[in-house]
């Protein structure tokens, strides 16, 4: 049973194209999050989601909108893809808030913008 | 703000003997946890082992343990009898009850040498 999934796996489009990335997780845990991951393997939070309330907003451009239509589903959409969007996207789950709880991922998203 | 740091960008170990990788954190709270996470070439991000500040012993999971100097901000991970399989990046991050997130190193490079 796959705990966190996303899909696509690989995403390669062109500059200026709108896409999404969903996510799914089957572990009934209340938060969920979106990592970008740059070339140099830095992970950066983008969101966070708890009971489908948006709780972290970190400095992403406006193109990138996150959407929870429920506490098991944190989708990803970007609008007018750039170069510099091309990066692995993880999505992520944990039980809840606080800091001892364990972050679950997915397998990532490879965003290629051409 | 709390901040994590990797001072190695990269290490290599023969097989079967051991390694510790390093990991510093600032912080000005007492009551924080903190994380090793693995992340092979295939990209799933899977935590290694976890460590409450409020606790004394050293963390361990089977060849894993961990060196926590709390007054040192200090929080080394030991992998004992490498295997090729623990070939990867190894992640250190911070958390704290009221942060909301992951605070994380910038990575470390595992090379097993057969």
């Known amino acids: 049973d796959t705990a966190v999934s996303q899909t696509p796996k690989y995403l390669v489009t062109q500059m200026g194209n709108d896409k999404s990335i969903k996510c799914e997780q089957n572990?009934?845990?209340?938060?969920m999050y979106w990592y970008k991951q740059d070339s140099k393997k830095f992970l950066k939070i983008m969101f966070s989601?708890?009971?489908?309330?948006?709780?972290i907003n970190e400095t992403v451009p406006n193109r990138f909108s996150p959407k929870s239509p429920d506490k098991a589903h944190l989708n990803l959409h970007i609008n007018s893809l750039e170069l510099g969007d091309s990066a692995v996207y993880f999505c992520?789950?944990?039980?809840?808030?606080?800091?001892?709880?364990?972050?679950?991922f997915g397998p990532g998203t490879r965003l290629t913008v051409t | 703000a709390q901040t994590v740091t990797q001072s190695q960008p990269e290490m290599s170990v023969q097989e079967a003997e051991t390694v510790t990788l390093s990991c510093t954190y600032d912080?000005?709270?007492?009551?924080?946890?903190l994380f090793w996470y693995k992340q092979p070439p295939s990209r799933q991000m899977i935590l290694v082992i976890r460590?409450?500040?409020?606790k004394q012993q050293n963390a361990t999971e089977n060849r894993f343990s961990v060196n926590f100097q709390k007054a040192a901000k200090s929080f080394s991970l030991k992998i004992s009898d490498s295997q090729l399989g623990d070939a990867a990046m190894y992640f250190c991050?911070?958390?704290?009850?009221?942060?909301?997130?992951?605070?994380w190193g910038a990575g470390t490079k595992l090379i097993i040498k057969p």
């Open positions: 912080t000005s709270e007492s009551d924080y946890y």
């Open positions: 992520a789950s944990s039980q809840g808030l606080a800091g001892n709880y364990e972050q679950y």
């Open positions: 572990l009934g845990h209340d938060t």
């Open positions: 991050a911070y958390n704290e009850n009221s942060n909301y997130q992951l605070i």
């Open positions: 460590q409450e500040a409020y």
């Open positions: 989601y708890n009971n489908k309330e948006l709780i």
